[in-house]
């Protein structure tokens, strides 16, 4: 079983370099070398993060060692690898697999060994998405960059999807000029002062225009993500605001491609189905956290598919398998539920808070509706669901609440009654462990077929993979399943 290291790196001259590591000889059908110097292949862990609806966490790392008596690697010290892609596979020639895709965190070094430790294929995401400043440079009346005195220095607002009653930033006193959103396809749909409703004006069809022309008293203009008052507010300024896509799969679709990834046009198609999303960015945000935060929304998960595709998709009762461990291969199964609510039982109750409202208001001008007024209160609304099959069954069944960026009610209902559904009868929580050489590598976010005549699986369960653990030296893998 032969196993190689690749890894992406800046040599100390700044020149990009692929470094290449093997256990044992490794003959390369392409002629590339590689170095035999890997000592442990790989201890690597991964998870599948899906909130609340599947219990585990995404925390992924591994390491690998390489070999390094002679003291041959002491220079990768002045190699720049932390960042970089690092692929660590199995076999030879056209059966070579790839086992692990991640990140390397950084290089450890002992007296006689080099670590390579690594990260999962997501760390990447976990920095700061894009996101502008204001400079400060105001000359009053003039700019749009606000001052050194109000807002020089904090983050730009952006709008993925739509925002709904959102506090704009004042980015000119002078001009009564406000920004909600720093992207381009941001369009301003209302304005309210005090939660009343501004009347419109036309469209600006420049930023010197918006700078130059004020709107009659009364009367709000915009120009893309600013908006501009014609006379001071008698209170809080709110406005409701949407981009050219606002739907789910588009906003996955921009999150993911502003940091240079490829998503799946079916996933994307998939979410659009449900809708437009609700997400306002006013303070320094990871990617990941986002990209979660509408993972949960939709009732799904993340995760990266073998090819380094990013993938968005709904937690569904799993049909399709590519993999599928018979019994003579399993070391050891064992169920620790039969239900996915935090009890074990099955889940009886769903809602999803959805609808929301960026600034809430109690306070609010005299001539706002009453109607108006209560929705204001509140920041959410809900979707409520219930399985009374279940709760008949387990009368001790358990509930889950999601707060989902979903625009729409009816699409919050929808997600509720099928999460009820789906949650409502026996969806199990196991482990299985085997061979590594049995069954190879299986990634996080596929699904297996395992067949045993323990727990019930004689005539085979399709479960999804949530969780895989895999020591290379000891030939041992060891996988959490849900479904």
């Known amino acids: 079983m032969t196993w190689t290291l690749e890894m992406d790196a800046l040599d100390p001259g700044g020149e990009a370099v692929t470094l290449r590591y093997s256990l044992g000889r490794y003959d390369d059908p392409d002629d590339r070398a590689f170095d035999p110097r890997i000592d442990q292949p790989g201890l690597f862990r991964a998870g599948l993060f899906a909130g609340s609806l599947i ?6 790392y591994g390491e690998t060692t390489l070999i390094n008596v002679d003291g041959a690697l002491d ?27 991640g990140t390397v965190a950084r290089l450890a070094f002992e007296s006689d060994r080099v670590s390579v430790v690594l990260r999962g294929p997501l760390e990447p995401l976990q920095t700061p998405h894009p996101q502008a400043t204001y400079a400060g440079d105001n000359v009053l009346p003039d700019g749009l960059e606000g001052t050194a005195d109000d807002i020089g220095g904090q983050p730009k607002p952006l709008v993925f999807g739509e925002v709904a009653n959102a506090t704009p930033v004042l980015v000119n006193s002078a001009r009564l000029i406000y920004q909600v959103s720093a992207r381009d396809d941001c369009e301003v749909t209302a304005v309210y002062d005090n939660g009343a409703p501004l009347a419109q004006g036309a469209a600006y069809d420049s930023l010197a225009a918006l700078q130059g022309t004020a709107p009659a008293a009364g009367e709000w203009r915009a120009y893309r993500g600013y908006v501009r008052l014609g006379a001071s507010p008698a209170g809080t300024v709110t406005l409701d605001a949407t981009t050219a896509a606002p739907n789910a799969g588009d906003v996955f679709a921009t999150l993911a491609t502003e940091r240079g990834w490829s998503v799946a046009a079916v996933d994307v198609s998939a979410l659009n189905g449900l809708g437009a999303v609700r997400l306002y960015v006013t303070e320094p945000s990871d990617t990941l956290d986002l990209l979660d935060r509408l993972a949960v929304s939709v009732g799904g998960y993340l995760n990266v598919d073998a090819d380094g595709v990013l993938r968005l998709r709904r937690l569904e009762a799993p049909q399709a398998h590519g993999v599928t461990i018979p019994d003579h291969a399993i070391v050891d199964i064992q169920r620790s539920a039969a239900g996915a609510g935090d009890n074990s039982l099955p889940v009886g109750r769903v809602t999803i808070n959805a609808d929301r409202i960026e600034t809430t208001q109690r306070d609010v001008a005299g001539s706002v509706s009453d109607a108006r007024r209560a929705r204001l209160a509140q920041q959410t609304r809900a979707a409520n669901a219930r399985r009374d099959e279940t709760l008949t069954r387990h009368p001790l069944a358990g509930s889950t609440t999601l707060d989902s960026l979903l625009a729409d009610l009816t699409a919050a209902q929808t997600l509720a009654d099928d999460l009820v559904a789906l949650l409502g009868v026996r969806r199990d929580l196991v482990t299985l462990t085997a061979p590594l050489s049995e069954i190879g590598p299986i990634a996080v976010g596929s699904a297996v077929q395992v067949v045993t005549p323990r727990l019930g699986y004689a005539a085979g369960r399709v479960l999804l993979v949530t969780g895989a653990r895999m020591d290379a030296q000891r030939n041992t893998l060891e996988i959490d399943l849900w479904g």
């Open 55 to 60: 219990a585990g966490d995404r925390s992924s």
């Open 75 to 101: 220079a990768l010290v002045d190699y720049a690898v932390d960042g970089r892609h690092a692929v660590i596979s199995q076999g030879a020639g056209a059966a070579r697999r790839t086992v692990v895709s």
